[in-house]
């Protein structure tokens, strides 16, 4: 049996180690969408490089079947609009300190612009898309470090269960 004292200890530590698994809190809702309509099918799953400078894939990438519009995860401000490496890319600062990007998208947003979380952002481009059948790429960094873009749409509770004596 455990004392209670180290019962309570394990709880916080338990609580702490949630709250640093889960990305952040969107906004004032406490919400996170998907970017494309359903069904959520992960084409090329998060692979981070074991060094920054290494290969990897930093991001998801989410097959859009027939649906081509793009929608922020979270709410926030467009931070870039524009190309990289030749391709179209839209950039969202959120709360935390968190950034996602998505490409390759036409943005029907502009710099500077606020968005709320479901909020049409953009269409995914036929021409540009690393992968076939067309995807969404969607990234996700706090700070420099980047993070699993699939953490944001977790469940980020915890449900204890009472202790049971046999």
Known sequence: ????????????CLGLVLSLCTP????ASGQWRWPVTGPHRVIHPYQPPAHNWLPGHRGVDLGVGSSRVVYAVGAGRVSFVGQIAHRSVVVIMHVGNLRTTY????ATVRLGQRVAV???IGIVQGQGSHCRPRCLHLGLKRGTAYLNPLLLFAPNHARLLPHLDP
């Not at 490409?103 to 036409?106: G, N, Q, R, Y």
Request: hydrophobic share 55%; charged share 15%.
């Open 103 to 106: 490409e390759p998208v036409t």
């Open 1 to 12: 049996m455990i004392a209670l004292s180290t019962r309570a200890v394990l709880v916080a």
């Open 118 to 120: 479901g909020q049409r």
């Open 24 to 27: 952040a809190v969107a906004g």
